[in-house]
């Protein structure tokens, strides 16, 4: 999903972008960024869960926050964070590997 945000930080509003299999989800910044423009959004906060708990971010997770990250800077919509959701709690991204989100 995508939490699209004014100057101020606040929510504009929250998208689902695209649902999963079991153990796999196809994002594209295309649509991320869409809802973004639509929105007239100042900067974004992209989020998945990981059903299984696990709260690691997988190489695939990785490619995806990069390829939003570029895009991000392409477009002028600011790229906050990206979360991995389980029931067990929560991963910031942004945390973890900020290079992607200067």
């Known amino acids: 999903m ?3 945000l004014d100057s101020a930080h606040q929510v504009i509003k929250s998208h ?3 649902r999963g299999l079991v153990n796999q989800c196809q994002i594209h910044p295309r649509e991320v960024f869409r809802a973004a423009i639509e929105d007239m959004a100042v900067s974004i906060i992209v989020a998945h869960n990981h059903p299984s708990g696990n709260l ?3 190489p695939d997770d990785m490619m995806a926050t990069r ?11 600011k790229l906050l964070d990206h979360f991995i959701v389980a029931e067990t709690g929560f991963t910031s991204l942004m ?6 989100f200067s």
């Open 2 to 4: 995508v939490i699209t």
């Open 16 to 18: 689902t972008i695209t």
């Open 67 to 77: 390829r939003l990250s570029e895009a991000s800077k392409t477009i002028g919509i």
């Open 95 to 100: 945390d973890l590997y900020t290079m992607y």
């Open 56 to 58: 690691d971010p997988s």
